[in-house]
């Protein structure tokens, strides 16, 4: 562990300086550019080649979005090439993330590589997509932890900033994780924003409940991803000299 905390503490200092580190500790990796969601905050759905003016974009149409991908992906042999170079670099977590990944075909075999290559594999996923026969494939895959996005112990709370109904499947997803990978690190990621930040203590709960290992707090912000979307369009969510009272 200390030794990881050196290499993390090395790579910002290579990075104050504008030089190359010896060490690439963590490694966080877009595999997928589609979404299944239309979350308030986000416009990755906007890629989608299908039904892109569609209202909502349906959580059950997994099997959809996996016959669309597009030819500007890596392809799993170029991924492993990625991963390769990682593990000379002494990489110990790769963070997989999207659009959501869940999505791509070959997901679990990336997720896997990861594994044989003696690095940790950690997901981050919208929850809509734990069934059981994914959810299997990920013990499979040596998964050594995984993110799940929920927005609010109210489910009208949460599907209004994704954008489709899907807390009960995001909910059951985590109890999946929980019954069939006991072991599993469990984090949940909870955007934090102007219509939730009063149910903190709320999602605490709920997350006891879960038998989650976290939650990780992430607050509303332009990130480099959103860099040039118009502030008026995140529908009020951001703190604007905002006073907390919880």
Known sequence: MIKFIRQIINTKICYIRKVSPDTLPVLLIW???????????????????????ETLISAKMCDQWKKIDS??????????????????????????????????NDIFE????????????????????????????????????????????????????????????????????????????????????????KQMCQMIDLGKQLGVNKISLAPIHQNLQHKNKPKNSFHDLFFINQIFRI
């Open 31 to 53: 595999v997928y550019d589609k979404c299944n969601l239309k979350c308030k905050m986000c416009d990755q759905w906007k890629s989608n080649d299908v039904n892109r003016n």
């Open 71 to 104: 030819t500007k992906i890596l392809s799993t042999k170029e991924w492993f090439s990625v991963l390769d170079a990682a593990k000379k670099l002494k990489t110990r977590i790769v963070s997989v993330t999207g659009g959501e990944a869940l999505l791509r």
């Open 110 to 197: 990336i997720l896997e590589g990861i594994a044989k290559r003696g690095m940790n594999a950690h997901l981050c996923t919208n929850g809509t997509t734990l069934t059981q026969d994914n959810i299997l494939n990920l013990a499979k895959s040596r998964l050594s932890s995984i993110s799940v996005s929920l927005d609010s112990h109210a489910p009208e709370k949460h599907n209004f900033l994704r954008g489709y109904d899907c807390f009960h499947d995001t909910v059951e997803g985590i109890k999946l994780l929980r019954k069939m990978i006991p072991d599993l690190k469990i984090n949940i990621n909870f955007l934090l924003c102007r219509i939730n930040y």
